[in-house]
């Protein structure tokens, strides 16, 4: 099985577009790739303390993995449903109040990604009045990442909604392939 087919979910897959898929691969792996140099960053700073010789720039480097791991974290999880979305309110609902429930968690998550693109790029452009130590970077490149998670989570939102409006919410979903067969209760009768 590709590394593609792992990372990017079938799951819901009626409310996806699938020339989006590739967004979606691109935005795990560089979640993965995040949170391991954070890993690394947080491991090298303890060792270089230790030591006896910081390095202090690696503090630098650090808050700036977490950050941006943060809200490209929250992009790929909203298009994957798994953040920002009220599974257990929905899900226990059918017909018409599910379509309504749904497309309200839509328009809420939609309002959140648009304070993401005014109020990140509105802190960006300040950003550049103040910087970081020791490196002198200004602060706006922590803030960069913030409207455009709010572009993403918007982009997936969209999505969301223009799919669910057209195919329906709610659509039963294949069982998931953990290796584990299913056995149904007339098979479990069936067994000595």
């Excluded at 650090?62 to 257990?88: E, P, W």
């Excluded at 599910?98 to 990604?113: P, S």
Aim: charged letters at 15%.
């Amino acid at each position: 099985m590709p590394i593609a087919d792992k990372l990017v979910l079938t799951r819901q897959r009626h409310l996806k577009w699938r020339w989006l898929d590739w967004l979606e691969l691109a935005l795990m792996i560089l979640c993965g790739v995040l949170c391991f140099g954070f890993s690394l960053s947080v491991t090298a700073d303890i060792v270089t303390r230790t030591i006896g010789h910081p390095w202090l720039w690696l503090q630098e480097v650090t808050s700036t993995l977490f950050i941006y791991a943060i809200f490209v974290g929250t992009a790929a999880a909203t298009r994957r449903n798994d953040h920002l979305y009220l599974t257990a309110i929905s899900e226990a609902m059918h017909g018409t109040p599910r379509l309504i429930v749904e497309v309200i968690i839509r328009l809420v998550v939609l309002g959140v990604a648009f304070s993401l693109i005014r109020y990140g790029y509105q802190n960006y452009l300040r950003g550049f009045g103040s910087f970081r130590l020791p490196s002198g970077t200004p602060i706006a490149s922590l803030y960069a990442i913030i409207p455009l998670s709010g572009v993403l989570v918007g982009l997936f939102t969209i999505e969301q909604l223009v799919n669910g409006l057209r195919n329906g919410f709610d659509h039963p979903e294949p069982p998931e392939e953990d290796g584990t067969p299913v056995v149904t209760d007339a098979q479990m009768r069936a067994q000595p």
